[in-house]
């Protein structure tokens, strides 16, 4: 069965690692998964996502940056998720149209509905089928950044912490908006607590 899961959350919040849990559970259970990322997971994708956070692109205006972001989803979906979920994948992937709406339509002031009409332009009518959003403290996450030394320092990562701050407040708004997709992960908890919850909510929604 194809199925198209995201995962969402601030900076540091534990997307890249829970996803390769969330990768070797789904395979254990004899299921064909798919790992990718965004902005990224194809070749164009992830030269837009150089120029995004690169840290020297200080100059970036956020209309800019939302319209890049969007762009290189256009491709990834085209190049990669919508080909394996043809193929009956399971598709993992860090990040989605949520991310712009908390960040760039939240916490860049953009406007959320002016963001969301960007990225209907770009994905059409498709939407995931879950996401699981990982709640922390901004200031959490960001110090999990800054303890991490083999974790690449990007331009989000240097933002004011009233910025991540207002990304989770973005992320409050958007789960108003889809409450049955969104649900909401303790991400402060341990590996093993965070993969329990998710491996609860996996064995209802793909049951």
Do not use: W
Not at 32 to 44: N, Q
Not at 124 to 146: H, N, V, W
Request: proline share 3%; net charge negative; glycine share 6%.
């Amino acid at each position: 069965m194809s199925y198209f899961i995201t995962l969402e959350g601030v900076e540091g919040s534990g997307k890249s690692t829970i996803i390769n849990f969330i990768k070797d559970s789904l395979e254990t259970s004899g299921k064909k998964v798919v790992v990718t990322r965004e902005p990224g997971g194809i070749d164009i994708a992830e030269q837009i996502r150089s120029v995004i956070l690169d840290p020297k692109n200080t100059k970036m205006e956020g209309r800019t940056e939302a319209l890049l972001y969007a762009a290189a989803r256009r491709q990834h979906l085209v190049e990669k998720v919508v080909p394996s979920l043809n193929e009956g994948c399971i598709v993992l992937c860090d990040r989605f149209v949520d991310s712009s709406l908390a960040y760039q339509g939240y916490a860049r002031g953009l406007g959320i509905s002016e963001v969301f009409s960007i990225n209907k332009f770009a994905i059409g009518d498709l939407m995931p089928d879950l996401t699981l959003y990982l709640d922390l403290d901004p200031q959490i996450g960001l110090s999990r950044i800054a303890k991490n030394k083999e974790r690449e320092i990007n331009r989000l990562d240097l933002e004011e912490i009233n910025f991540h701050v207002n990304v989770r407040e973005g992320y409050e708004e958007v789960m108003k908006m889809f409450p049955e997709r969104m649900v909401r992960i303790d991400a402060n908890q341990e590996v093993e607590e965070v993969m329990a919850d998710i491996n609860a909510v996996l064995a209802a929604r793909l049951k």
